[in-house]
Nanobody, 126 residues
């Protein structure tokens, strides 16, 4: 069982930056691809970014490309999401998810992810 804990959310103004972290409880963390998702009030959850087991492969939603960067440190069992040039439309609860079946599963069918965190709130004011 892998427990995922997100942190780093907060209230910022448009144009600011935040760095989210997803910390895992298990050393087998490196066996999992990790994805970030977000859900705004009244909207469906949407994919934000994902990273492969070793960190070489990354995927981003078009809406965050060139602004967000996902990275991982398997020695520390963490995945980070650096968010720059934040916009009000980036507001939502951000969740991380883990899949032993790779980035493809996270991107195409996140309901098949093995584990989810509880989420961290990000609010961007205009």
């Amino acid at each position: 069982q892998v427990q995922l804990v997100e942190s780093g959310g907060g209230l910022v103004q448009a144009g600011a930056s935040l760095r989210l972290s997803c910390a895992a409880s298990e050393r087998t963390f490196s066996n999992y691809a990790i994805g970030w998702f977000r859900q705004a009030p009244g909207k469906e959850r949407e994919f934000v970014a994902a990273i492969s087991w070793g960190g070489a492969g990354t995927r981003y939603a078009d809406s965050v490309k060139d602004r967000f960067t996902i990275s991982r440190d398997n020695a520390k069992n963490t995945v980070n999401l650096q968010m720059n040039s934040l916009k009000p439309e980036d507001t939502g609860v951000y969740y991380c998810a883990a899949s032993a079946r790779g980035v493809g599963v996270i991107v195409k069918d996140p309901t098949q992810a093995d584990y989810w965190g509880q989420g961290t709130q990000v609010t961007v004011s205009s």
